[in-house]
């Protein structure tokens, strides 16, 4: 059990640019979720797949923002006309997707830098 | 909606003194609690959880409590090692919100030798 990988770990950007992150859960895991952690605050939820449905965006989830998990493996975060606000931690975690109240294992997260 | 409120850090201790943190929740149904931990440099670690009143969640020496009718899920340590060094967040899940994770802000401690 590889656990859950992120991919860039570390990201800077010009503002106005775009960018994309990759998540890739733990084998099997059916739900994935996205959080996005700024500095001296806890996670806050972005986005959650069941397989490759996405069921629910938080509101802060701009229109700029997209992600897909096109074959219910691997995710992708889009981020469109990137701005400094967007300047974060972003975090992928997965569960199983089985059960209630389950455990949701996360990765070691991509952080965004908007100069 | 649900919220988790915990203590304000940072905290700092001495070896071997006694760690306690604090966290209280707001949430419908029945929520699911758990602590997280966040090592330097590291990603989020579940720590311990608790999914329903009364449970005691356990490990590496960390004990939380699960009180319904104090909302609360305090996280405590009876004797703390430089190694605890960590940032610590409560969080919970809710099958009313599709068990999403909602953290608190974050506890700092530092544990001096």
């Known amino acids: 059990d590889t656990g859950v990988s992120q991919d860039p770990r570390h990201k800077i950007t010009k503002r106005g640019q775009n960018v994309t992150f990759r998540c890739d859960p733990i084998?099997?895991?059916?739900?994935l979720y996205w959080y996005r952690q700024t500095l001296g605050q806890g996670p806050e939820f972005l986005t959650y797949?069941?397989?490759?449905?996405?069921?629910?965006k938080s509101r802060l989830l701009s229109d700029r923002f997209s992600a897909e998990r096109p074959k219910g493996s691997f995710s992708t975060l889009e981020i469109q006309r990137t701005e400094q606000g967007d300047s974060a931690m972003y975090l992928c975690?997965?569960?199983?997707?089985?059960?209630?109240?389950?455990?949701?294992?996360f990765g070691p997260g991509t952080r965004l830098l908007v100069l | 909606g649900d919220s988790v409120t915990q203590m304000e850090g940072p905290v700092t201790l001495s070896e071997e003194a006694f760690l306690t943190i604090n966290c209280t929740y707001t949430?419908?149904?029945?929520?699911?609690l758990f602590w997280y931990v966040q090592y330097p440099g590291e990603g989020l670690q579940l720590l311990l959880k608790?999914?329903?009143?009364?449970d005691k969640g356990s490990n590496k020496g960390f004990e939380a409590t699960y009180r319904k009718e104090t909302t609360s899920f305090h996280l405590e340590k009876g004797s703390v090692q430089v190694s605890d060094s960590a940032v610590y967040f409560c969080?919970?899940?809710?099958?009313?919100?599709?068990?999403?994770?909602?953290f608190g802000a974050g506890t700092t401690v530092t544990v001096r030798a």
């Open positions: 969080a919970l899940s809710n099958t009313r919100s599709d068990y999403k994770l909602s």
């Open positions: 608790a999914t329903k009143a009364d």
């Open positions: 084998s099997e895991h059916n739900r």
């Open positions: 797949f069941q397989n490759e449905a996405q069921l629910e």
């Open positions: 949430a419908t149904g029945y929520p699911s």
């Open positions: 975690a997965s569960s199983p997707g089985l059960a209630v109240q389950e455990t949701q294992y």
